[in-house]
């Protein structure tokens, strides 16, 4: 029996309960939005917090692979433990994988997270300034292993499916079908030198620049003000005359603003570019700071920080260096050991047996004296001259007179050699040449520590790396005119540093004063370009974030 015609009309125009059931959809659309907004707001926070787990994973890979006393730190031990021995230390990649992984972990606690980054996320490798180019740890390596790269994961497509760590949506689950999100992120980061420790003149105190003294490349010019002998009433950074000029590569600083930290009648000379490069900025130079560590590295190879002796040593005297019977290369100037040579056999340097001459023929100690005789006869004869190279000379100046100082007054090239002392004051003569080697005195008093007569020659005369020699003293050094001085560098610890007249031909210079900077005129630096500033200067490397 049908419905009556009356009913039928009754139950299509009755809207009881329509609002219930709009109701109920709405709030589920309502759901699905909040959802969305609420579950894509979380991830966008976990995407926030897997970043800075990526950046500190990738610091703490590449410090801890380049610097072993990091290692110590995160380890929970003294800065030295892993230096001593007995405490062997992993090697780098493992060092660099421990490390990493421990840190993203106390960062996003495993429990919670899972392993957001694990060692197969961590890889070392070499940036270029632009492109990152992985290591695996066993075939060559592409370059100086630089660079450090973490990838941190809340993701289902991890490599190893054990790994999976997706984050769980809130809502979307329930209400829009979306059950986890898959987040990743990844950072770089790469060890490096500033500027202001490669290439240009920093002082504690500051830099007095006569007239006519020109630079320009990439460099860095830094007097930090503080207040000495020669720099006070009121202290200044940059104290200079007219007629200086400033490329634009250059970048002049101090600890202060222009106007209180730059004196001189050049402070206001329109023509020298120098408010233009000027910035305000903290420097301490490293190679005061790297002053002791290396003078014992000289003194004693075998308790000194490998890494200080892949850098800094001469290299001949690394080839040089004996284990088990042979020596870590082939002993010849001509075929230098590469940066990954060195790195590959560094390991070995604590139990080497380091070509070290510190005794006379006599059996005595090495004195002035006899260092100069030694010289004056290379200055006669090739064998001997060749015999010289490859060594480290620690010279003794506790006696008196004449043995006070080391005279290098013969006309010969030296190249590849460390002379170190403790007392000797060294005087360098117009005759030679020192290049790709390493001087080094830790006398201090009133006189100069080292003094350079006109035409003194540093480096080889090319911005070639491995050519450049270091000088470097406790106190003041003093060159007198015409210099030549390429991608070398000098250092006083305690004292001045100061350059008479025409010092020309000053390329990929470095000069770190813990007193002032004294330059008269007529002075001409340039940039090494592209110089490597393992081979340029002492430094410890800084870490940073490229990418």
């Not at 039928?8 to 219930?20: H, L, M, N, Q």
């Not at 460390?418 to 080697?437: K, M």
């Not at 201090?444 to 020659?457: A, L, P």
Request: proline letters at 4%; charged letters at 20%.
């Amino acid at each position: 029996m049908g419905m009556p015609a009356s009913a039928v009309s009754r139950f299509r125009e009755d809207i009881e309960g329509a609002s219930t059931a709009w109701s109920i959809f709405w709030t589920l659309i309502f759901l699905i939005i909040s959802g969305f907004v609420i579950d894509t707001a979380n991830a966008y926070k976990y995407r926030q917090v897997l970043t800075a787990t990526a950046d500190a994973a990738s610091l703490a890979a590449i410090m801890n692979y380049r610097e072993l006393h990091y290692y110590g730190l995160y380890d929970q031990q003294d800065a030295d433990y892993y230096t001593a021995d007995g405490n062997a230390p992993p090697e780098g990649y493992t060092r660099a994988r421990n490390a990493a992984t421990g840190i993203a972990a106390r960062i996003m606690s495993t429990a919670k997270n899972g392993e957001v980054v694990t060692d197969q996320d961590v890889e070392l490798g070499n940036w270029n300034g632009a492109t990152f180019t992985p290591w695996d740890g066993v075939s060559a390596t592409p370059g100086k292993i630089n660079a450090a790269r973490a990838t941190s994961y809340r993701s289902s497509r991890r490599s190893d499916p054990d790994d999976s760590n997706p984050l769980d949506t809130l809502l979307m689950g329930a209400f829009g079908g979306l059950d986890w999100w898959d987040i990743a992120a990844q950072s770089i980061a790469a060890s490096f030198v500033p500027c202001q420790f490669t290439q240009g003149l920093v002082a504690m105190g500051k830099v007095d620049m006569s007239s006519l003294n020109s630079f320009g490349g990439e460099m860095c010019i830094h007097g930090q003000g503080e207040e000495n002998h020669g720099n006070k009433n009121p202290p200044v950074g940059i104290d200079l005359q007219q007629n200086n000029t400033f490329g634009d590569g250059v970048t002049v600083s101090s600890n202060g603003p222009y106007d209180t930290q730059v004196a001189g009648s050049g402070k206001n000379d329109d023509d020298n570019n120098l408010r233009d490069v000027y910035q305000q900025d903290s420097i301490q130079p490293s190679g005061i700071q790297e002053f002791d560590a290396l003078l014992d590295m000289l003194k004693n190879p075998n308790g000194a920080d490998p890494q200080d002796i892949v850098d800094y040593m001469p290299d001949l005297i690394i080839e040089n260096a004996m284990v088990g019977g042979s020596t870590l290369s082939d002993g010849d100037p001509d075929t230098p050991m590469t940066y990954e040579d060195k790195e590959a056999v560094k390991n070995s340097f604590p139990d080497a047996e380091w070509p070290i001459v510190d005794t006379n023929a006599s059996g005595g100690p090495l004195t002035a004296t006899d260092f100069e005789a030694l010289l004056a006869s290379a200055a006669t004869s090739d064998s001997v001259a060749a015999d010289i190279d490859g060594k480290i000379y620690k010279v003794d100046c506790s006696g008196g007179g004449s043995d006070k100082t080391i005279d290098l007054s013969e006309t010969i090239t030296l190249s590849n050699v460390a002379v170190v002392s403790d007392q000797c004051r060294i005087s360098l003569s117009s005759n030679i040449t020192i290049a790709a080697s390493f001087l080094m005195t830790n006398h201090s008093g009133n006189n100069m520590t080292v003094q350079g007569s006109n035409g003194v020659t540093l480096g080889s005369g090319t911005c070639a790396e491995g050519t450049g020699s270091k000088i470097m003293a406790r106190g003041d050094i003093d060159f007198s005119s015409e210099m030549t001085m390429i991608r070398s560098q000098i250092v006083s610890k305690e004292g001045d540093v100061k350059y008479a007249a025409k010092a020309d031909g000053m390329n990929g210079t470095t000069v770190h004063a813990g007193g002032n900077i004294i330059l008269t005129s007529q002075a001409a630096f340039q940039d090494c370009p592209d110089a490597n500033p393992d081979k340029l200067i002492a430094s410890r490397e800084w870490y940073r974030l490229v990418q």
